[in-house]
Structures are given as C-alpha cells and as structure tokens.
C-alpha cells in the first residue's frame, strides 16, 4: 500500500508536468462544471434563503427542514431521476442535455441548492441580534436593516458556496449518470478516478485523487486564511478605536 500512495504522487506529479492536453482539460472541465453549477444554484437558492432567514411565515419550519433533510440526498438516486427526465422520453428531452456537460451542471446546481439555502438561511436567522436592534435604532428600514444583516453574514454566504462547490466537484452519481464519462467531452476528475480503478491503474486514479483533493482543499484553506486575516484586522481595529476612545477622554 505504501507504494501505490508513493508512486501516486510521483504519477500525480509526471500529470502535472507532462502539458497532456486531455488531463488539463479533465481539470478545468470539472472546476468549470462545478462553479458553473454552484453560480447557477446561487441564482434561485441566496434569494430563498434571504426570505427563509429573515422573514417569518407560516410553514417556514416545514421548508427548512425540507432544504435541511436534502443536503444528504445520494447523488446516484439524484442522477437517476435527472437521467428519466433528460431522457429522450422524459419531460425534459427535448432540452437534449443527456451526456452533455451542461446537464452535469445543472444536475450539480440542484444538488447544491439545499446546502447554499440551508448554510445562508440559518446564519441569518442567527446573525448577531445587536446588529439589527443597532440598525433599527439608528431609524433603518426593514430592507436597509435586512442588508446590513447580509452585508455582516456576507463571509458565512461564502463559505457556504465553498462548501457547495466542493460538494459538486467530489460528486460522483449524476457526472457518471447524466454526463457518461465521455473523452473529451464530459469527463470529469470523479468519472476518471472510477474509469482508472475499473481498468486497475490504482496509481493514475490515486494521482487524480490526490489532484482533486489538493484543489479542494487549496480552496478551503485560502477562504479559511483570508477570514482569520479579516477577523484580525477587526480586532486590531477595534483595540484602535479603544485606545483613542481612552486617551480622548
């Protein structure tokens, strides 16, 4: 076992290296299906979860934990439903995105939906509750008060879409169900990791394991940093304020 992990990261480091057109294009393939996807879930899932997190209505309850329960949805049974819809028979054939990469995207846009909706909606309804009696009492409007609690929330909102994005590029039910696992065409880093193991070339799908790996967690690590680097400077900036506050007096 040692040695299939060490030739995968000789193997992981020669893909790298070697300029093969289709490997780098199985990267930027899967990092463009996976942030189309998750910008696209944006587009319907930030405005629900805004109304789930900060109005009150009846059955709000029901829905959230509708959203909440789906964050664990199995992307193969996910995939099976697309592929009966995008099939030529489905409701939705005559769109033809089966086996194409724009129906892995919008598959992956609905699989992150729940995770955008429920990751915004609950720091929302949880931001701190003086940043909205401070709004209100400085004669804010609802909708100016709402903003500011988005403005304050606006690192949690991001790194919900991380998580979202990170979720879409490890799947692998609907990339192998709906996309096919076609060369050159909608070939993902998860579908060749199974295409690699299926063929017993342990070491190329450890290599292209560890490159999946090493970009989502490059990601998590930078958005991670950047939100200490900001909480720090918050401080710093606060002790500032005290420090002149104090000898002002």
Not at 63 to 88: D, E, H, M, Q, W
């Amino acid at each position: 076992m040692p040695d299939i992990i060490l030739q995968a990261f000789q193997r992981a480091l020669e893909l790298i290296l070697s300029g093969n057109p289709e490997f780098y294009a199985t990267v930027y393939r899967t990092i463009y299906v996976s942030g189309a996807g998750t910008l696209l879930a944006c587009v319907w899932s930030i405005p629900i979860a805004v109304i789930l997190g900060l109005y009150s209505f009846r059955g709000k309850w029901v829905i959230k934990g509708l959203f909440n329960a789906l964050i664990g949805i199995p992307t193969v049974a996910l995939g099976l439903l697309l592929y009966l819809l995008l099939s030529r028979q489905g409701a939705f054939g005559f769109m033809h995105l089966l086996f194409t990469v724009n129906g892995v995207m919008i598959g992956q846009a609905i699989l992150v939906t729940p995770i955008i909706v429920s990751f915004v909606a609950n720091a929302l309804s949880t931001s701190d509750a003086q940043v909205r009696d401070l709004a209100r009492t400085l004669g804010a409007s609802n909708l100016q008060t709402n903003l500011t609690i988005m403005r304050e929330t606006i690192w949690s909102m991001a790194l919900a879409i991380v998580a979202a994005f990170n979720r879409g590029f490890g799947e692998l039910g609907i990339a192998t169900i709906v996309g096919g696992s076609i060369l050159g065409q909608t070939r993902v880093l998860t579908t060749a990791i199974a295409l690699e193991i299926n063929y017993g070339a342990f070491d190329v799908a450890m290599a292209y394991a560890i490159i999946l790996m090493t970009i989502v967690i490059s990601l998590t690590l930078t958005l991670n940093l950047i939100e200490k680097l900001r909480q720090q400077e918050s401080i710093w900036n606060k002790n500032r304020l005290a420090i002149w506050r104090h000898w002002g007096q």
